[in-house]
């Protein structure tokens, strides 16, 4: 094995050689850029528009107002008509670029002809100028944009190397590797395997008995059945449900300045069941984009609709309430765009889009979908809502014990109570205009509810309401619906998507790396009934993603991105699965699903410094909850948008109050110190020293033990030594200052146990020593 | 620790990832070349011509910003905007033709009239420049001649959140970098031990609104260029400080293990991200020392207490973080943002304002005086203001010794000084009701491209490619106010 990996590797390194040297990377060179390659034929999609996108279309695009000389580059016909300022000119002529104005301007020198201009900012560079010759020698082809094509599932390439790969995926993975002179990596390590797949799946470490089966099975489907098990337990469910929060700006706030309290809390327990049911993505979508209108809609179908009123609503005093319901309305608007879509549909809201054919008019036709809602915004202000609990804005539902016991069975509602949740529903028929610049109180044209004909004409057959929509977005020919999920699917498990702006499609997007991987992926998607386990399940089978994580020098010269998957990504968890690991590595965590969100800790006076003074709504000063509520999964922590969780937010989260599709994963100081000074930390560092102290003998094995929970696998010698002499190090100390220990382990509610409280202060700081190490807090 | 010094002065240079994250940012046709062309990625990381970072695009005049922010909209009227005429006409109805359309909050559109309110405070001109400052800012009035005042700005928001939104990021909708972000992306940080943007706020007894993190918030941008709260107790930046019962050199030991740990890791996994990582460890550790040092005033001597008052020793008041701004600024903090909450009076006004005046008068003047002392005024940007104006009618009865004033947006006043602003002129002119700006409007978009223009950034330039388009903290307007800059 050891062997063959060390011949590959050379044979990489030549491969590479020989590309350098084809390329010219040792020839001097005076333009960063010259040396590039054209590639045999140039693709109008992938090498041509993002030139003129970039460039060219601020002036020259679909924005019919900020058009200038008449010129439209996006749009075939209108590129290759005669300028109308120009008199037997044109921009573009097949074949000709020297005929080509288009061309002839962008090698221009002379500052007044050149393009795009010097004010502009932007600039060609030597490839993209032989680029646009080369595409106007081969006719200038033009095509529709990529992601507006509907996916098709290409033959799979046939690849030289026949000995890797599990699957279709890893066959569309190995053309690239191979184009690119790489090579995969081999498979991970069985306790990596079976840590990463839990991590993906469940958003926390597998446990003891989890990794004992896989560990001592040698069956072939070991895998599968791992994952099986990983995709039926409840915390699968929980996993989905936390990436869907920031997709659905979910918070427990209103947000905006008073930011009091909300119970849309039930509507989150839904997503956590619909889930765990595995509910097919189409449906997933139908019941919260129009569940109310469904035929036979129950409580059920009109709860998950709560999805569009989760955005922010204002109770500051004196607003003026219809500017803000347009923010609302817009909200659902652009929230289908980024969030469902994959398109930048605000873009399109005060003029037409500047990069995608999408116009003023598109984007208010799909708002109009929105704009039927009996909503007048909350009626009153913070301390009256406090006052009288006036939680949920009009229209609502409003569940007590009944709905409970029975259709609502999945909510953990506490018994006795009621709960209202916003939800949609068209009550109150609006006409829609399009508002000139964006601006509410400047209504021009009145528009009917519609989409884009460009993405897919909007069948007669549909209603035109929210349902209509629905079936438009989930319509097996919607090209973009399944291409935005698999691609996020994909970001989860590898870090990143295929199309890395997870968040925009558009010609302004990233280009996918594996664009016949992302349709095949797409389209399977599909044929297989929106099936989200049955694709989870296809990509972590792939050979691709049960590749080691380990990257060599060559490998990180050769693709230091790690664009081509030559080996797994490893990258840092969410801020949620952090401290859920923390949680379950001590044995802390609450298992109970759903409920209404609770408070762990938080450092005291953040809510208080920054609130609007005295007690303006329910959310103005914090204290944190007790006993077991300290412990439940961090989906269920309140989510208060103008000051999110500070373990959260220091990890990237967002604020909530837009559709988010991609996080950061930043490295930070105030990450190293929320890690080693957060009292869930240190609590959890303790609480695992003294279960360890209290369950294992003899103590010699204190350390490995400590260890094995928290990274799931064995210590190398190396590792063990260095913990070994800490923790004597720590005895040491701790024998010598006998209250600094009884101080230390003074950390957090949770009782303490009768352990010795030296040794205890000892393993906690080993604790604390592992639970800082970057591994544990990065999926490898 | 060479490398380290690189990586914070280099915004682009922290680590792979974000390096590489940066340049799909600036090339769209790079990362579109590489689907076909293999070699491209190779030779690690270089920047390339195309990058939008050339920075500092022309000579600074300032190196960084103190912004006083008055959050609640402190009023014109009663401040430096001096108008006679309001007590010439007190109780008229504004004319319709001054109103001109200004559409109004929900909490004077049902008033039936808008009598003209005068201001309970008394005016007088102040130095040589003979700038008309209210009596509640004696303090204030003594640096008349270090100040520039603005009398012309105007803001479309007439909203407490999408105004103060609009100030900090250039948009009235949440989601955009704070401007501090923005320096701290388009200029790093002049420090390896603090953060290159923080935040302080306080709160007067006036009547309130709240704050909310995203006015912080770094947005699209790389978070690492979030501001960070700075708190006035135990813990000035959130857990800072190590639990009971570990010294120091307990921490420096236990850091030293996860390190060796962490680099054994390193050599195993190939991951450069583990090496950040442990950086990111040790600034850590250098900032619990130097935080709480920074922090710490109990070093100044009498005559700065005396000079910013006796409130700058209480920690967590307004006179507290005007101290502590000068003391950050000297660290090399780059953006440090006040907030003062408590200036929205739809009612008491003449009460209210006066204390809120109290408040922040003395320790404003002396953060101006201190700085210019230490000869640390000419590049330190000190900005005074808040979100938008007050109404020139009354709110409310009318009573002139006990009213208040509605949201205003069409003009209001805020003062700057050092950093390259003319000291001792006013620039903008309202109408004699205070209502409509009469000359030299200064719009929010203006006033940022101006700040950026000090700070050797051009408003234009300083671009982040975000969702496929090239954002600015300016949007798609903005113009240098020339006349205001030396």
């Not at chain 1, 590595?585 to 609130?611: A, D, F, H, R």
């Not at chain 2, 302080?200 to 690492?224: I, V």
């Not at chain 2, 409130?311 to 307004?318: H, I």
């Not at chain 2, 006990?402 to 003319?422: E, L, Q, V």
Request: glycine content about 8%.
């Amino acid at each position: 094995m050891k062997i063959k990996a060390i011949v590959l590797l050379i044979l990489t390194g030549l491969i590479a050689l020989l590309f350098a040297f084809k390329s010219g990377l040792f020839k001097a060179v005076d333009d960063e850029y010259v040396s590039q390659k054209l590639p045999d034929v140039v693709d109008y999609n992938f090498h041509i528009k993002p030139i003129l996108s970039d460039n060219c279309y601020t002036c020259h695009g679909p924005d019919a107002n900020k058009r200038k000389a008449g010129l439209r580059l996006d749009d075939e016909q209108a590129a290759f008509s005669e300028l109308p300022e120009n008199p037997g000119k044109f921009a573009i002529v097949a074949g000709k670029p020297n005929r080509s104005l288009l061309y002839q301007q962008v090698v221009s020198d002379d500052p007044k002809q050149i393009m795009p201009p010097p004010d502009s900012q932007l600039k060609l560079n030597s490839y993209e100028k032989k680029l646009l010759k080369k595409w106007i020698e081969q006719g200038a082809k033009f095509e529709k944009h990529w992601a507006f094509i509907p996916p098709k599932k290409a033959d799979l390439p046939q690849n030289e190397a026949t000995n890797w790969g599990e699957n279709e995926i890893d066959a569309f993975i190995l053309e690239k590797l191979e184009e690119n002179g790489l090579s995969p990596s081999s498979k991970a390590d069985d306790h990596t395997l079976i840590r990463r797949m839990s991590l993906d799946l469940t958003g926390l470490p597998p446990n003891a008995a989890q990794v004992r089966l896989f560990l001592s099975n040698s069956s072939e489907d070991i895998l599968e059945q791992a994952i099986d098990e990983f995709l039926a337990s409840p915390a699968y469910g929980e996993r989905m449900t936390q990436v869907w929060l920031d997709v659905a700006r979910y918070a427990d706030s209103h947000g905006y300045q008073d930011d009091s309290y909300r119970s849309m809390w039930p509507w989150r327990d839904w997503v956590i069941h619909a889930f765990n049911n595995n509910l097919p993505y189409d449906e997933f979508l139908t019941l919260q984009l129009a569940g109310d209108l469904m035929p036979n809609a129950g409580m059920e179908q009109i709860l998950a609709t709560g999805f569009n009123r989760n955005h922010p609503i204002t109770q500051e005093g004196g607003v003026i309430q219809e500017e803000y319901h347009s923010y609302y309305v817009s909200d659902r608007t652009n929230t289908l765009g980024k969030g469902i879509l994959g398109l930048t549909l605000e873009c399109a809201k005060c003029h037409d889009h500047k990069y995608d054919q999408l116009s003023q008019r598109d984007y208010f036709e799909i708002y109009s979908f929105f704009n039927n809602v009996n909503e007048k915004g909350l009626r009153m202000d913070a301390v009256q809502a406090a006052r009288q609990k006036y939680f949920a804005d009009a229209p609502y539902i409003e569940i007590s014990d009944e709905e409970t016991a029975g259709v609502l069975s999945f909510i953990n509602k506490p018994e006795g109570e009621e709960v209202k949740v916003m939800v949609m529903n068209d009550s109150m028929p609006r006409k829609t205009y399009i508002f000139n610049r964006g601006a509410y109180d400047s209504p021009g044209e009145e528009v009917a509810p519609g989409t884009p004909d460009i993405i897919l004409p909007f069948s007669e057959n549909l209603p035109k309401n929210r349902l209509g929509l629905a079936k438009w977005v989930t319509d097996e020919d919607n090209p973009l619906t399944s291409r935005v999920f698999v691609n996020r699917i994909w970001g989860m498990l590898f870090g990143k998507g295929l199309v890395e702006t997870a968040e925009d499609f558009g010609v302004q997007g990233s280009l996918p790396t594996h664009p016949q991987l992302l349709d095949w992926l797409a389209r399977d998607f599909v044929e297989h009934n929106w099936d989200i386990k049955y694709l989870l399940k296809k990509i972590m089978l792939s050979a691709t993603y049960q590749q080691s994580s380990v990257a060599t020098e060559e490998v990180k010269k050769a693709d230091p991105e790690n664009r081509w998957l030559s080996r797994a990504p490893r990258f840092r968890m969410s801020g949620e699965i952090i401290r859920d690991y923390i949680l379950a590595t001590s044995g802390l965590l609450n298992k109970e699903i759903g409920g209404p969100s609770v408070k762990p800790y938080q450092p005291p006076g953040l809510w208080e410094e920054t609130n609007a003074g005295g007690n303006r709504g329910v959310l103005t000063t914090y204290v944190a909850d007790e006993g077991d509520k300290l412990y439940r999964r961090s989906l269920y922590t309140l989510w208060k948008r103008t000051l999110p969780p500070p373990s959260m937010s220091i990890f990237d989260a967002p604020n909530r109050d837009i559709c988010e599709v991609r996080r950061q994963k930043t490295n930070t100081p105030l990450q190293a110190l929320a890690l080693q000074n957060d009292v869930q930390m240190l609590e959890a560092a303790r609480v695992l020293a003294q279960n360890v102290i209290a369950e294992i003998q003899p103590p010699n094995q204190w350390v490995t033990t400590v260890f094995q929970r928290i990274l799931i696998r064995n210590p190398k010698d190396e590792e063990l030594k260095v913990l070994e002499n800490y923790y004597s190090d720590a005895l040491d100390k701790f024998l010598k200052e006998e209250g600094n220990a009884e101080k230390l382990i003074a950390q957090g509610e949770y009782k303490n146990m009768e352990t010795d409280p030296v040794k205890t202060a000892a393993l906690m700081l080993t604790a604390q020593v592992i639970y800082n190490l970057d591994e544990t807090i990065t999926k490898e | 620790m060479e490398e380290d010094k690189s990586k914070s002065e280099n915004p682009l240079k922290v680590n792979r990832r974000h390096f590489f994250s940066q340049l799909s940012v600036g090339i769209g046709s790079l990362a579109l070349g590489s689907l076909l062309i293999p070699d491209l990625f190779k030779g690690g990381p270089k920047p390339l011509a195309s990058q939008p970072l050339g920075i500092p695009h022309f000579a600074p005049k300032a190196k960084r910003v103190i912004y006083l922010f008055q959050s609640g909209a402190p009023s014109q009227l009663e401040s430096f905007d001096y108008k006679p005429t309001l007590a010439k006409r007190m109780g008229e109805d504004l004319p319709d033709s001054v109103r001109n359309g200004q559409r109004l909050t929900g909490m004077t559109a049902g008033q039936d009239k808008f009598p003209l309110m005068p201001s309970a405070a008394k005016f007088a001109q102040h130095g040589k420049s003979g700038a008309w400052v209210s009596e509640f800012f004696p303090h204030i009035a003594k640096i008349a001649d270090d100040i520039c005042i603005v009398k012309s700005m105007h803001t479309e928001a007439i909203n407490h959140d999408p105004a103060i939104t609009f100030f900090q990021t250039g948009s009235q909708q949440s989601g955009r970098p704070s401007m501090g972000s923005w320096m701290s992306y388009g200029l790093g940080s002049e420090n390896q031990n603090l953060p290159s943007f923080v935040v302080l706020t306080s709160r007067g007894k006036g009547n309130s609104q709240g704050l909310y993190s995203k006015l912080w918030s770094s947005g699209f941008l790389d978070s690492k260029h979030q501001g960070v709260l700075l708190r006035s107790g135990k813990d000035p930046v959130l857990y800072l400080n190590d639990p009971d019962g570990i010294s120091r050199s307990d921490k420096r030991h236990l850091l030293d293990h996860v390190s060796s740990l962490n680099k054994l890791h390193h050599i195993e996994t190939g991951d450069d991200e583990i090496e950040s990582r442990i950086a990111q460890y040790e600034m850590a550790y250098r900032m619990q020392m130097s935080v709480p040092d920074v922090m710490d005033i109990k070093k100044e001597p009498e005559s700065i207490i005396k000079l910013y008052g006796e409130d700058s020793q209480v920690p967590g008041t307004y006179a507290a973080n005007c101290l502590q701004a000068r003391r950050l600024a000297e660290n090399g903090v780059r953006f440090i943002q006040l907030y003062h909450q408590g200036w929205d009076q739809h009612g008491n006004l003449p009460n209210e304002m006066a204390g809120q005046a109290k408040d922040v008068d003395q320790a404003s003047a002396a953060l101006i005086l201190d700085l210019k002392q230490r000869g640390m005024l000419e590049d330190t940007l000190v900005i005074w203001g808040g979100e938008f104006g007050r109404t020139n009618y009354c709110q409310g009865n009318f009573d002139p010794k006990n009213y208040g004033r509605d949201h205003h947006p069409r003009a209001f006043s805020i003062w700057m000084a050092g950093g390259g602003i003319k000291p001792g002129i006013t620039f903008g002119e309202t109408d004699e009701f205070g209502y409509n700006i009469v000359k030299n409007p200064v719009h929010i978009n203006d006033f940022h491209a101006t700040i950026m223009n000090n700070l050797g950034l051009d408003h234009e330039q300083l671009t982040y490619k975000y969702q496929g388009r090239r954002f600015r903290l300016t949007d798609v307007a903005g113009n240098v106010i020339k006349d205001i800059i030396t």
